[in-house]
Nanobody, 125 residues
Framework: QVQLVESGGGLVQAGGSLRLSCAASGRIFSNYAMAWFRQAPGKEREFVAGIMWSGDSTNYGDSVKGRFTISRDNAKNTVYLQMNSLKPEDTAVYYC??????????????????WGQGTQVTVSS
């Protein structure tokens, strides 16, 4: 059984930073890609960032490029999302997910079989 537990969300002012963590347990962590998605009220779930199991390939949604950085520590079975220069439009529940996307399906939530419960990020203006 795979469990993903996010942490690190909270309330921050615009321009501030937060770091989210996603701790994984269960089956081998290092053979899978990990990703972050987010969902704001009334909006569809949106791909934020993803990282391959080796850590040498990353992918970002257009709205966060240059501001967010995804990383992973396979020894700790943890993936991180460093979020800088936060904007009010970044407000959402952030979810981590595990799957095996291809180079063209990073943003397809159907390729991710396991999801965390989510952590709320609120950015005030």
């Amino acid at each position: 059984q795979v469990q993903l537990v996010e942490s690190g969300g909270g309330l921050v002012q615009a321009g501030g930073s937060l770091r989210l963590s996603c701790a994984a347990s269960g089956r081998i962590f290092s053979n899978y890609a990990m990703a972050w998605f987010r969902q704001a009220p009334g909006k569809e779930r949106e791909f934020v960032a993803g990282i391959m199991w080796s850590g040498d390939s990353t992918n970002y949604g257009d709205s966060v490029k240059g501001r967010f950085t995804i990383s992973r520590d396979n020894a700790k079975n943890t993936v991180y999302l460093q979020m800088n220069s936060l904007k009010p439009e970044d407000t959402a529940v952030y979810y981590c997910a595990r799957g095996r996307p291809s180079s063209r399906t990073w943003d397809d939530d159907r390729v991710y079989a396991y999801w965390g419960q989510g952590t709320q990020v609120t950015v005030s203006s």
